[in-house]
């Protein structure tokens, strides 16, 4: 499961992923904007930053995706803004599609339109 660094404190905290390769470092400056008046969530995702990678080599959207809930519920968030840049965007979309209920709001920066399968091996 993915890592998450969070502060401050409002209602639909966002939630933040980052790219392919990527790590919570590179949303530094907007979380120090937003935490000037919420709690902003930044997660490395599993095998980024200080994420473990799986034993099982599971690096699935899905599998990604549920890690951004698993996080949510750790921190008994019920209701979110994800906000995803690159892969994050596809882990963020998978998500809010799977819990719209969940999400108050959502933000794609470049997502890929797919990920060629020879990539995602």
């Avoid at 660094?5 to 390769?21: C, K, N, R, T």
């Amino acid at each position: 499961m993915g890592h998450a660094s969070l502060s401050g404190g409002s209602e639909d905290q966002p939630i933040l992923a980052h790219s392919f390769g990527g790590s919570s470092a590179q949303w530094s400056p907007q979380l120090e904007h937003l935490r000037r008046t919420r709690r902003a969530i930044a997660l490395d995702l599993r095998g980024h930053g200080r994420s473990n990678a799986p034993d099982d080599g599971d690096f699935a959207v899905e599998s990604l995706a549920a890690d951004v809930g698993a996080v949510m519920d750790g921190l008994g968030l019920t209701n979110a803004v994800p906000i995803g840049h690159g892969l994050g965007a596809k882990v963020v979309a998978e998500y809010a599609g799977a819990h719209p209920g969940r999400v108050a709001g959502l933000v794609l920066a470049a997502a890929p339109a797919r990920i060629p399968a020879e990539q995602a091996r």
